[in-house]
């Protein structure tokens, strides 16, 4: 799958050769979100026969984070399987996280991670001083901006997630934004207790 146009001659017949428009990409992150919600609001509110209970509306936005953030898990992982089949085996969870920066990232967003920065004890900061998804995001004033942008960093947060689960890293991962369009990803790599 790529983002580049295809030059001829391309073999539309290929069943390899996929190509994706990216401005569907756009579409669809813009649509997710509200979709999220909505699910969520809906899923909350009590059945007719009385059952069910009645859901506060911070619960309804972890429940629409938790769903952002699991179908982005399952694309993350996809991508990666798709994405790392054809590479060597990694070697350390530095190189995945590299591979994450510039491949991967590269291949969603059409630009690599601006800064990483590690303390080799297993957390990583991404920073990405224009996140594609905030790139023509505006409101009135730029704080209700930033809390209006906190849920579209749940599917990227599950995009990472799962490409890592996808190679064998268990971890958490944690988005902020200060100011748009910028956006900082925590990664957190969680061991295995022996």
């Known amino acids: 799958m790529s983002f580049e146009t ?4 391309y ?3 290929d ?10 990409l756009d579409l669809l992150l ?6 999220a ?10 059945s007719e026969d009385g059952e069910g209970s009645v859901v506060d509306e911070e619960e309804q936005r972890e429940a629409a984070f938790r769903r952002l953030e699991s179908l982005g898990y399952r694309v993350g992982q996809g991508l ?6 054809d590479r060597p085996r990694f070697t350390d969870t530095l ?29 990583y900061v991404l920073t990405d001083h224009s996140f594609r998804p905030f790139a023509r995001m505006s409101m009135e004033s730029s704080s209700a901006a930033v809390i209006r942008a906190q849920a579209f960093l749940s599917f990227p947060c599950g995009v990472i997630r799962g490409a890592l689960a996808s190679m064998g890293i268990n971890a958490t991962v944690q988005a902020e934004s200060a100011e ?9 790599t969680i061991t295995a207790k022996s």
């Open 15 to 24: 069943p390899y050769a996929t190509f994706l428009n990216a401005s569907c």
């Open 30 to 35: 813009i649509e997710i979100v509200p979709m």
């Open 95 to 123: 190189d995945v996280i590299k591979f994450l920066c510039k491949d991967l990232w590269t291949l969603v967003f059409r630009k690599q991670i601006d800064n990483l920065k590690t303390n080799h004890r297993g957390v």
């Open 37 to 46: 919600h909505r699910l969520a609001s809906e899923l909350s509110v009590p």
């Open 80 to 85: 990666a399987e798709r994405f790392s089949r």
């Open 6 to 9: 295809p030059f001829p001659p």
């Open 180 to 188: 748009l369009p910028g956006a900082t990803f925590q990664i957190k």
């Open 11 to 13: 073999n539309a017949s």
